[in-house]
Nanobody, 124 residues
Framework: VQLQASGGGLVQAGGSLRLSCAATGGTVSSYDMGWFRQPPGKEREFVAVITSDGGNTHYGDFVKGRFTISRDNAKNTVFLQMNSLKLEDTAVYYC??????????????????WGQGTLVTVSS
């Protein structure tokens, strides 16, 4: 499976971006899918996860209702809608496929395939 993340870019604080993660070379519809991010000079951190059927989601504490993860299994694609962006949301965002389904794991160790990352820069 190859994951291709896209949609990053430069946005002003308070703005919105929608990230996409397209899977090729295999289907991800049977697995949970997550988004992680790595701010400059910091560790990678969990952002959001969605179960294989899309019925359950879980977010990092810092999201506070600003982001929404969704998926379209027919298109083998996962999305991250980010609203009310803050300066501290600046990071490289990675999508990842979980080894599991319906478990909403937040630790990177549970994810076996990763996209290449897409850079989100929030400016003042």
């Amino acid at each position: 499976v190859q994951l291709q993340a896209s949609g990053g870019g430069l946005v002003q604080a308070g703005g919105s971006l929608r990230l996409s993660c397209a899977a090729t070379g295999g289907t991800v519809s049977s697995y949970d899918m997550g988004w992680f991010r790595q701010p400059p000079g910091k560790e990678r951190e969990f952002v959001a996860v969605i179960t294989s059927d899309g019925g359950n989601t879980h977010y990092g504490d810092f999201v506070k209702g600003r982001f929404t993860i969704s998926r379209d299994n027919a298109k083998n694609t996962v999305f991250l809608q980010m609203n009310s962006l803050k300066l501290e949301d600046t990071a490289v965002y990675y999508c990842a496929k979980s080894r599991l389904s319906n478990t909403v794991q937040t630790l990177p160790v549970y994810y076996d395939y990763w996209g290449q990352g897409t850079l989100v820069t929030v400016s003042s």
